[in-house]
């Protein structure tokens, strides 16, 4: 079939129905595409979880949507049957894929926006067939689902569960480099190496992943994907402080059961850290635990912690994570150190001048370019006529950059060793060497001001500023963009993935990059806070930025192996994208929150 691209034949978009849930219309496909826009190569198939019919997706680029006019700033959850390998959710926000056997019910949750408006869709998941069936949506306090054939899972008495995903904060030494524990939530549902955890040792003695959920969650289910099915035998056990005692969520020790999934209530429990305790496989003699996947999903508590966490600023040189201060704990009257732990990073000035970690842990600022605010934030502050750190930028910054090895200047500020990380996708001898594999970077924050101005034929430069980055030694994995122009209101968020030795190549998470973009309706306005992720899992690089609404952009990219064996940093704060315009025009960032994790 040829590849084309079907009209909704209704309105653009469907409504609320009177009763306050969201109507999809043909949600189970009996009326084979009505209400629905699809992109071959799909088709309607007869192999239906309920009635007759149901979609299906025979290839890359297959897709089918529908748009919804929801209520605004309301959390929903949105359900499926899915059979096979596919991806589901909302465009430009949430979504998931999945790989399963047979029809299975599968669910997220999201918020809505000021407009209420979101597109629903299912898609290829990347090999074989996939099928779709019996869409839902509801309200989440809403008991019951609409749009028919099946309804969504239900919650705890907090809210609508979740999906979280954890961090790693131990693994065994026996863990495969290109098979890390962090593989187990990266969504990759496939077999191939780099999709799973593994490690050795399973015929010698129990084998211990411990995990942080970053906050604390009434616990609802979690599910297991075991390698080729087999019946592992294991524990989940859950603490309230990440160390012993140690009680039991999942009990599992005597398991016969294999499969694609091992699903188990976790309804009862509450808590921060849990453990998976892998001890045997009934019927299997080899000597590994993998896992492809482990689904952990609750709703956060009242009390919840805040995320992050991690060492304080010692100059530990075996890479980990540096917390940073949490909203409600900053004092405006401390110095950013004081309210940070900034002991694994440096600053860089407009000037090009340089502090290091001792300096920031002692309490060090510099009046209008890095201070604390009235409300306790970390300022950052840079004009746009400043000096630059090298030949390859043109830009002037006031900005962090991560330092695993903390105060031990024994070690090299660059090179491959214990400052800086690598991707797990390189070689086992350089994991080694660094000081963290794979990571994350969290942060909290509010854009208080862009450039405005510019020079003549340069007009691609105004309203840009970096918040956030990866680097490596040439080239920049990751830059995460805000975006305001002169006439708008409101700006925009992007990030650019600098191919190995070439070019950007930009992903837009909110609103548009382009210099005569829109003002942007889901925009984020000046001084409003709001939250990002750069995550690295192997080649795997996800971008999540989170409104306080709960309203999540999230884009997935698969980097170049050039980045393999290449050392890397984070860095954060204020990096100017505009060397012109007026002498006294600048950028100005503050952050509430700051934290990077190398499980």
Wanted: with cysteine; glycine share 14%.
């Amino acid at each position: 079939m040829l590849s084309c691209v079907r009209a909704l034949t209704m309105a653009a978009a469907v409504t609320l129905a009177a009763s306050g849930h969201a109507q999809i219309e043909n949600p189970g496909f009996e009326s084979n595409w009505s209400g629905w826009n699809d992109t071959d190569p799909s088709a309607i198939s007869g192999v239906a979880h309920s009635g007759s019919r149901a979609a299906k997706i025979t290839g890359s680029g297959g897709r089918f949507e529908q748009t919804l006019n929801l209520s605004p700033n309301t959390t929903y959850t949105l359900s499926v049957w899915i059979d096979g390998r596919g991806t589901f959710g909302i465009v430009g926000g949430v979504s998931r894929t999945v790989d399963n056997s047979d029809y299975e019910q599968e669910t997220l949750t999201f918020t809505t926006g000021s407009s209420g408006s979101v597109t629903i869709y299912g898609a290829y998941g990347g090999s074989g067939d996939v099928r779709f069936d019996d869409f839902a949506i509801e309200t989440a306090s809403s008991g019951g689902s609409s749009g028919g054939g099946g309804s969504s899972s239900g919650g705890s008495s907090g809210g609508t569960p979740v999906q979280i995903t954890p961090t790693v904060l131990s693994q065994p030494a026996s863990t495969q480099s290109s098979n890390a524990a962090t593989n187990m939530f990266d969504g990759d549902f496939s077999n191939n190496t780099g999709a799973r955890w593994s490690a050795s040792g399973l015929q010698s003695g129990s084998l211990s992943v411990k995990l942080d959920l970053g906050a604390e969650y009434d616990l609802t289910e979690i599910k297991l994907y075991p390698y080729k099915n087999r019946a592992y035998q294991y524990a989940i056990k859950r603490s309230d402080t990440g160390s012993s005692p140690w009680t039991d969520v999942v009990n599992r020790r005597n398991n016969t059961q294999g499969g694609t999934v091992l699903v188990d209530s976790a309804a009862g429990h509450t808590t921060r850290y849990l453990e998976l305790l892998v001890t045997g496989a009934s019927g299997y003699t080899g000597n590994w635990a993998s896992i492809i996947e482990l689904e952990i999903f609750g709703t956060p508590t009242s009390g919840g912690g805040s995320s992050g966490g991690g060492s304080s600023g010692g100059g530990s040189s075996g890479g980990g994570s540096s917390g940073g201060g949490s909203s409600g704990t900053l004092d405006p009257n401390k110095a950013p150190g004081e309210n940070f732990d900034l002991g694994q990073w440096k600053i860089t000035f407009p000037d090009a001048s340089e502090k290091d970690v001792a300096w920031l842990i002692a309490g060090g600022e510099r009046a209008n370019e890095f201070y604390t605010g009235s409300d306790g934030a970390m300022v950052f502050r840079c004009p746009n006529h400043g000096s630059t750190t090298s030949s390859s930028t043109k830009y002037s910054r006031t900005e962090l950059r991560e330092m695993l090895r903390g105060t031990d200047t024994s070690i090299s500020t660059k090179g491959l060793n214990k400052n800086n990380w690598v991707f797990s996708s390189s070689s086992a001898s350089n994991q080694a060497k660094a000081g963290g594999v794979d990571g994350t970077l969290r942060a909290r924050l509010a854009v208080n001001h862009v450039s405005t101005t510019y020079d003549s034929g340069n007009e691609y430069m105004v309203g840009r500023v970096i918040v956030g980055q990866i680097h490596a030694p040439d080239d920049e994995p990751c830059k995460l963009y805000y975006r305001k122009l002169p006439g708008n209101s409101k700006g925009s968020v992007y990030f650019a993935y600098e191919v190995p030795g070439g070019n950007d190549i930009i992903y837009p998470l909110i609103g548009s990059p382009d210099s005569n973009a829109a003002d942007p309706a889901d925009g984020i306005a000046l001084n409003e806070k709001w939250n990002y992720e750069i995550k690295v899992v192997g080649r795997q690089l996800t971008v999540t930025v989170t409104r306080d609404n709960g309203q999540t952009y999230s884009k997935t990219i698969t980097m170049g192996s050039g980045y393999d064996d290449q050392w890397m940093y984070f860095k954060a704060g204020a990096y100017n994208q505009n060397n012109g315009g007026s002498e006294s025009d600048y950028v100005q960032v503050s952050f509430y929150e700051l934290t990077h994790t190398h499980p």
